[in-house]
């Protein structure tokens, strides 16, 4: 548990114990004890939900600062799709790449173009392999969390495809190795992120090796500097390379609009995800081709890191889609390299993906069903009301904290009142007791007399 | 350990729930994501048939290191012929049903088939029950 990084984490001032945030965690992670709230990093998936529900603001997501660029040669920026829907319609994509390359970045890879790399890399990876049914896309590191930790024998229905950030850094900084005879070492590439799940998958990549992406700043982080840049119009060079439908993928709905193939479903909002994943795993939704899944409401512009509302954001993108759509994304040529390259798996990231069993009671299977028979007992002991004051996000997530000695009964109020109740009345019996020294009468009155 | 929930014939608003609390256990347990899988495919089709077909029944599960077993008992109108149920497509799931994505005809195969063994009694406007045992393969430590 320890040593796991996540970006999301906690302001220990600002936490004033409401419970709030523990009811909406979809993976349960969250307990308030001794009044501050806590995040299991075993079960985390960075989605963000808790930043979103604390009306403390005691939640917060760990970006990279601009700072950061010093520590390469060269820097190349990495824009999300969703980035372009934080500006209005007169703002042109070229003019905010731009921008970025004022604020010092030595270049700019659109990560709408990497989109459009994955688009086609999905697209020959469901027509190739059919076995499975249906395919969920993992482009949301949120969604491939969740499933990692709470889902695990869908794993197989992720589609083992690198996200369009990945696909992004990977050939950004392989051009640019090329082209300036630099080792990809000495390049920086840096995602200029919606979300804090990506930040962790990029910190996780970093972590395991040599990574395509080196770092994340947040969106809301540039936004001031962009729009500072696009208020004096200087003379843009044309830079954008993506195509309307790599563009789209900031918004629910965009990716299948890309990669348009069989029968799908498009869901967005964590909690939504949960039911349709629910759905999957019980054998549903098997003449479903491809799920698009978003643990963001509107997709990436609905991202915690954002500032737009994000069905503004939404509405700037589409028309971004609509402008640039008919443009193909690539030349023949560099179609067919791309093609040959997924082929050989230069675009597999399925060893990334291993299941997180973080639910588990005990390493022994036996000893973890004893535990499982405990929390069953325990939980019939409990009132049902599942509200949350104890700590936990419901009675029987009290059940097994308390099995797993990580919280007691009289956590639960209802069972401190009972307690209280119960002393109280030995008190009450205990007071009417006289020590046999003293008379049957009011020992003291007799003193008197 | 044994788990057991009440299911209630028409009441879709608590469908799937009694699966749903199977699954958590397993997950809890540790058994392989693949066997919890089949495990959850055979309860949840077994609960669902409980909803659509029957008044009432109860959905058990016995869980050891080394299998799991499901019983779904009910009281309902029972199956007059259980190998025409049996097969592939057959349902009597009226309409409304099947605007919800239920009745292709694949549960009781579908349980069948994930199963190792596979049980199932009727009688005709008393009830039905269905047993299923899914052996679990390995000691399940690694998912
Ligand atoms: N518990 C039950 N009580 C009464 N009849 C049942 C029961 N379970 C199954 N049946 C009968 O057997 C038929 C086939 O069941 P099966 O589960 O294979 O398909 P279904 O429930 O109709 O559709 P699906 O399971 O694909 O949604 C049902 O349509 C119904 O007539
Ligand atoms: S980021 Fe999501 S998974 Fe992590 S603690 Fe917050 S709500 Fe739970
Ligand atoms: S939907 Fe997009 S912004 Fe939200 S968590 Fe997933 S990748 Fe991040
Ligand atoms: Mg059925």
Known sequence: MTGLFHSVLLIEEKCRGCTRCIKNCPTEAIRVRQGKARINAERCTDCGECIRTCDNHAKTAITDSLERLRDFKYTIALPAPALYGQFGPTVEPDQVLAALIDMGFDDVYEVARGADVATLVTREYLRAHREVRPMISAACPAVVRLIQVRFPALIDHLIPVDSPMTCAGKLAKESKSRELGIPPEDIGAFFITPCPAKVTWVREAVRRGFSSVDGAISISDVYGEVSRRLASPAPAPARRKASGAGIG???????NAAVGLGNYIVVDGIHSVVGVLEEVEVGRLADVDFIEAQACVGGCVGGALTVRNPFIAHVHLERLVKRFGDLPAFAASEEEDLRRRARA??????????????????HDVSRAISKAEMIEKVVKDLPGLDCGSCGSPHCRALAEDIVQGLAVDTDCVFKLRDQVKILAEQLFDLAKKNPSAMSAEDGAKGRKE | MRLECRVTGGDFQAAGEAAAKLKRTLRQVGIDAETGRRAAIVA????MNIVIHALRGVLSVEISPECIEILANDEGPGIPDIPLAMQEGYSTAPEHIREMGFGAGLGLPNMKRYSDEFRIESVVGRGTSVRMVIKIASKGSQT
């Open chain 1, 249 to 255: 993928w900031g918004g629910s709905g965009g990716e």
């Open chain 2, 44 to 47: 949840y089709e077994a609960e």
């Open chain 1, 345 to 362: 798996g230069g675009f597999d990231m399925r060893q990334d993906i291993a299941a997180v069993p973080a639910f588990r009671l005990d």
